[in-house]
């Protein structure tokens, strides 16, 4: 911080004196020059007191992940964040959580407290995905054989839910949901007919099934998962992916709205029906995506792969996750986070390498944005995310780190 220095010397009435005697002069220079080495020698101390007080030492150390509540008697599988305008009427983010039992929760105080909300008839639902919009509107999809899987929608809140869509179909299981607006939303569903299932609602009341004469025929017994919701990614509207599991770990690509497909092969662990990709995180070209064998949690081989060309072709991260992984979010461009059953990882290099954060039991997460995000898991357990990248990159600042201009913070 720059010293201030003291006023000049006015002589009466105010303005600045003219001239000054030489003895006057050469004083106030060999002052100057004290000042300056005095400042010179001080910088190095005040940027390190600085970095000190700012940013606790081995702060990226510690955990990223803090249980704010559990107990409740559910598998909590579906997390949203949405913003709303709180009574002062400033943004502040709201927080819909969805489970087995019928649950649904949400937050509108950063979770001190939970709403629990009802829909009428749907009290034995699995609850695996939900999607909001902001405090008042969201939809919620179960997922179960035939009519067990279902699309609901409220616009009060949670107050009421109004059934949007279910089929009797053999076969016919919904996996997950995801909204690019209030009213286009997209699902999709196990195979029938040798073909997954893709509905869409293009006015947020009716849904209607996607034809799929133009998308690849699935393996026999393939799969979408819904252990979080996140087996379904959107990019930009028109790129749509789903990722599968089963004989193969697969992902289906869709570069106009759902209407013609093609599928790559990845190096995801596969072959039984408990193994294969999870959950995808897409942002722009760079996709992540993880999964493994739920049955085989502590299992930490070939669960976690990236690509930078759009799902065309992938690689397995260099360093992978502490195990089976259920879902993975962006934090920012570079940074995202992954969650399973023993624990939870960071990645800070889009996918590439991961480190162990945490060591909580979670299956599904959302991010808002590099300070809102939160992760749900069984017993009801709901997690608060402290983004410890977000304090590093303040620290890194300080001194011009490349790190800290590539994120724009």
């Known amino acids: 911080m720059p010293m201030r220095l003291s006023p000049s010397i ?117 609850f695996r995905s939900i999607h909001a919009f902001d405090d008042q509107k969201a939809y919620v999809l179960s997922s179960g054989d035939g009519d067990k899987s279902r699309i609901y929608k409220t616009m009060n809140g949670g107050a009421t839910w109004k ?52 998308m690849p025929a699935a393996l026999p017994d393939e799969g979408a998962f819904a252990a979080s919701g996140t087996c379904l990614a959107i990019y930009n509207d028109q790129d749509i992916y789903f990722v599968t599991g089963g004989p193969a770990a697969r992902v289906f690509h869709s570069s106009d709205g759902g209407y013609t497909w093609t599928v790559n092969s990845t190096p995801i662990a596969s072959g039984n029906a408990s193994s294969g990709i999870f959950s995808i995180a897409v942002w722009d070209k760079a996709l992540v995506i993880v999964g493994g064998d739920y049955k085989d949690p502590e299992r930490p081989y070939r669960v976690a792969a990236y690509s930078q060309d759009a799902g065309k072709t992938w690689t397995l991260a260099a360093q992978q996750p502490g195990g089976f992984r259920s879902v993975v979010a962006w934090i920012d461009g570079v940074t ?18 991961w480190k162990h954060t945490d060591s909580l039991n979670l299956n599904a997460l959302a991010i808002l944005d590099v300070s809102d995000g939160w992760a749900v898991g069984p017993k009801g357990s709901i997690a608060l995310m402290e983004n410890r990248k977000e304090y590093q990159i303040r620290d890194e600042r300080e001194g011009g780190s490349d790190a800290a201009a590539r994120q724009g913070h």
């Open 10 to 126: 006015l002589p009466p009435g105010g303005s600045q004196a003219k001239s000054r005697p030489r003895r006057f002069d050469e004083s106030a220079a060999r002052m100057r020059d004290m000042r300056r080495h005095l400042m010179q020698l001080l910088a190095p101390l005040l940027v390190v007191l600085a970095a000190a007080i700012f940013v606790p030492a081995g702060v990226k150390d510690r955990p990223w992940w803090t249980v704010q509540t559990s107990g409740i008697d559910t598998n909590l599988r579906g997390v949203s964040i949405a913003e709303f305008m709180d009574s002062h009427q400033a943004p502040a983010p709201v927080v819909w959580a969805s489970g087995s039992n019928g649950v649904i929760l949400r937050s509108t105080d950063g979770g001190k407290t939970w709403q629990r909300l009802r829909v009428q008839g749907g009290e034995t639902l699995d």
């Open 336 to 353: 995202l986070a992954a969650a399973g059953p023993n624990g939870e990882d960071i990645s800070e290099d889009g996918g590439i390498h």
């Open 163 to 214: 059934l949007q869509y279910t089929d009797k179909r053999k076969g016919f299981f919904l996996d997950a949901l995801v909204c690019t607006s209030q009213i286009e939303c997209r699902a999709v569903g196990d195979p029938i007919d040798g073909k997954f299932v893709i509905l869409r609602t293009r006015d947020g009341e009716t849904w209607e099934q996607l034809p799929n004469d133009q």
